[in-house]
């Protein structure tokens, strides 16, 4: 059920964890954002990894949110509940001729590499840390990737991603509402010089948090993405897929991210500034000022 306003928000927590202080304030975020402009904020579950996600680790993070303050719309959406969604996005993209099968694991990948940087430049890296994709799957024709397929060895979708952008002309962009990692503000051009041929989704249908989280956008009619700036660069990517499905493009809005007082970014391994630790110290309004306080990357 939409509100007047039809500013939809989302707070998309991946339940491999306990939530922390950097959760908390992107929630917090989200709940005020959408209360200032009468709207509505939904909460996905992004669950599609299942060798990491826990059920119990769900149940705390809406025990966490509650505890906050936090108010949500329901249903809860859980991805791994809406598989056939992404298979569709997925056979959408393959007719599009936009993704391919692409077989090397990722030891082969970090062996070729290695091999390509000893006697070279440095491989390139995307903003993930992730090295490019080296295989030439993505030159096979498609007798060669039916064999690729039918072959019974794993594989990965990938997706192409100098195709898809040359496929959606030369001038994707959005509208930064927020700030990026260096400042980035106002019209932002999709760089995608800076990724490889990301993976979609694994033969097994694991899905990617990329295809699964744009899907989800689109099928749940989020016009707000409110989210932390390590996912900033990610939007070029996310932009790219929305173009190439005919999805509308949300406003984005990204916040700076709780250091760990050593300049890194909180992860889930930060276990005394999970929700869960501190909340057992203070109370909800003592959180939101811990967040006020805290040091920013
Ligand atoms: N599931 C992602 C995470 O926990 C958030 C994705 C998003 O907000 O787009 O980091």
């Not at 993505?138 to 594989?155: C, K, T, V, W, Y």
């Amino acid at each position: 059920m939409h509100t007047e306003s039809d500013h939809i928000f989302r707070f998309a927590p991946s339940p491999n964890g306990e939530l922390h202080l950097g959760h908390a304030c992107s929630a917090l975020l989200n709940h005020e954002s959408a209360r200032a402009c009468g709207g509505t904020l939904l909460l996905r579950m992004e669950d599609t990894d299942t060798q990491r996600c826990r059920r119990h680790y769900e149940a705390q993070i809406l025990d966490d949110l509650g505890w906050l303050g936090i108010t949500w719309a329901q249903p809860v959406r859980r991805q791994s509940e809406h598989l056939a969604d992404y298979e569709a996005v997925l056979k959408r993209l393959r007719q599009l001729g936009v993704v391919y099968p692409a077989g090397m694991s990722r030891r082969e990948i970090a062996e070729e590499v290695a091999h390509r940087e000893r006697s070279g430049s440095p491989w390139p890296r995307d903003p993930d840390g992730a090295p490019f994709y080296p295989g030439a799957e993505r030159h096979l024709d498609s007798a060669g990737r039916q064999r690729l397929i039918e072959s019974g060895r794993p594989f990965a979708w990938r997706l192409d991603v100098r195709r898809a952008a040359e496929q959606v002309g030369p001038s994707l962009s959005w509208r930064e509402h927020g700030r990026g990692p260096e400042g980035e503000t106002g019209t932002i051009t999709c760089d995608f010089s800076l990724w490889g041929d990301i993976i979609l989704a694994r033969a097994d249908g694991q899905v990617a948090y990329h295809l699964a989280a744009v899907a989800d956008d689109g099928l749940q009619g989020i016009t707000d993405i409110v989210r932390g700036h390590d996912l900033f660069h990610a939007t070029a990517l996310h932009r790219l897929l929305q173009a190439l499905l005919g999805l509308p493009q949300p406003r984005y809005r990204h916040h700076h991210l709780i250091s760990d007082g050593h300049g890194r970014k909180l992860s889930k391994s930060n276990r005394d500034l999970s929700l869960r630790a501190l909340r057992s110290r203070h109370t909800p309004a003592d959180i939101r000022r811990l967040i006020e306080a805290s040091p920013k990357i």
